[in-house]
């Protein structure tokens, strides 16, 4: 485990808690997000990213330093099939568009606090049972296979177990009621649909952490380093999924270069295991290699991506700039 000063610790909390204040006082109007304002915003979570990549690499080390880079970026890339169920969220519940920063940003808190606790499960797991990045590496082919195979898009937000939960616990009305997740009827406290939607949202995070956390904890078994970079990831979701939105089909090949990414992960994880395992001559893949690795996949499959667009997706650009 790295020697993490308690200041550099502080400092992070401290970014994280004033970027989240700063980011709802600047949308405590609901409004439609624009190309323009999510692309600033995009802008400003990397490059918060990257400026506290360079504090790690200047405090900790080079080696700390690439692996909270490879750790963000791949974090990074698969929070994209994320956006792609935000969009089917919201299109199920109809959700109109000026609302939905706020329901990502509380989403957002909960994945912060959710994924705090899943990778801090992880890491003392790791550091217990080496045998168990196998189990991580079958959960990491296992979505692999998902993806190629279309597995991976039989989502139904109106099923999920949080929602259903939901209207256990607490009447849902049927229309919306402005930016209020609760709202009085008849004398009683009543839920809006937009609450619905956190839980959709939320039960969707934890869905992608059975993913996310052995990928993550592929590169790096630090507790610090593993949950900063998932945070500055998250912290981006938001900005990214309205610079997308309305032209995530236009990356088709996208979802081929994550099983790409996530099945080159596993076999990671395996070398990782062996490794420790059976014999310290079996090589690992160091993190340098990985971080190519996913940034040349993900360079490649944009590319493509943009080289031979999908049929529609004229019409689709159009749409979203509508």
Do not use: C
């Amino acid at each position: 485990m790295l020697d993490v000063p308690a200041w550099l610790w502080i400092a992070f909390a401290v970014t994280v808690v004033v970027s989240l204040a700063v980011d709802l006082l600047a949308h405590r109007d609901t409004h439609v997000i624009g190309f323009k304002e999510a692309a600033a915003w995009s802008g400003v979570w990397i490059g918060l990213a990257i400026v506290f990549g360079g504090v790690v690499f200047l405090v900790l080390g080079p080696t700390p330093g690439v692996e909270y880079t490879t750790a963000w970026l791949l974090e990074k890339s698969l929070s994209v099939d994320n956006l792609f169920v935000f969009a089917l969220i919201f299109a199920y519940f109809k959700v109109p568009r000026e609302y939905q920063h706020r329901v990502l940003f509380f989403g957002v808190i909960g994945a912060l606090v959710f994924r705090g606790i899943f990778l801090a499960a992880g890491v003392a797991v790791v550091s217990r049972f080496t045998a168990v990045l196998f189990v991580f590496a079958a959960i990491l082919f296992y979505s692999t296979y998902k993806i190629l195979t279309g597995q991976d898009e039989s989502f139904d937000p109106g099923q999920s177990f949080a929602v259903r939960m939901l209207r256990r616990i607490v009447p849902v009305r049927d229309e919306y009621a402005g930016p209020h997740f609760f709202v009085k009827e008849d004398g009683r406290r009543v839920a809006t649909p937009l609450l619905a939607v956190v839980a959709a949202i939320e039960a969707a995070d934890l869905v992608f952490a059975v993913d996310s956390v052995p990928a993550v904890l592929a590169v790096s078994d630090d507790t610090f380093i593993v949950y900063t970079s998932n945070a500055f990831a998250i912290l981006g979701l938001r900005a990214l999924y309205f610079l997308l939105a309305g032209l995530l089909d236009r990356f088709h090949y996208l979802s081929k270069g994550l099983a790409l990414i996530l099945s080159f992960i596993g076999v990671k994880l395996i070398l990782q295991a062996l490794h420790k395992m059976v014999s310290p001559d079996i090589p690992e893949i160091p993190s340098p290699v990985s971080l190519a690795v996913i940034a040349v996949v993900l360079a490649v499959s944009v590319f493509l991506s943009i080289r031979r667009p999908p049929e529609g997706a004229k019409e689709t650009e159009r749409a979203a700039e509508d």
